[in-house]
């Protein structure tokens, strides 16, 4: 089993920014992908960004070039900087780590952009 804790979620203004991070501990050997989703309210939950051990990433295009995912694999822990954020990016964003053919879900934070 991995244990997934994230943190950083909150009330930000919009054009604001905010820090996740997502700390794995368990079974934590052959991790390979770790990344965020979100779902916000009405809406099927979406890939944000993913990063592979070796520092790939891949980002969904609403995000890219404000939002930058990177990894610590020292420290099995996953952290999302989101700058110029607006309201459409509320939403509760879950923390993924896929470790051989399973994926491992956090339990999610809330992300609220409204002045």
């Known amino acids: 089993q991995v244990q997934l804790v994230e943190s950083g979620g909150g009330l930000v203004q919009p054009g604001g920014s905010l820090r996740l991070s997502c700390a794995a501990s368990?079974?934590?050997?052959?991790?390979?992908?770790m990344g965020w989703y979100r779902q916000a309210p009405g809406r099927q939950r979406e890939l944000v960004a993913v990063?592979?051990?070796?520092?790939?990433?891949n980002y969904a295009d609403s995000v890219k070039g404000r939002f930058t995912i990177s990894r610590d694999n020292a420290k099995n822990t996953v952290y999302l900087q989101m700058n110029s954020l607006n309201p459409e990016d509320t939403a509760v964003y879950y923390c993924?780590?896929?470790?051989?053919?399973?994926?491992?879900w956090g339990q999610g934070t809330q992300v609220t952009v409204s002045s």
């Open positions: 990063i592979t051990t070796g520092g790939s990433t």
């Open positions: 993924i780590v896929d470790r051989t053919i399973r994926r491992y």
């Open positions: 368990g079974s934590i050997f052959s991790i390979n992908r």
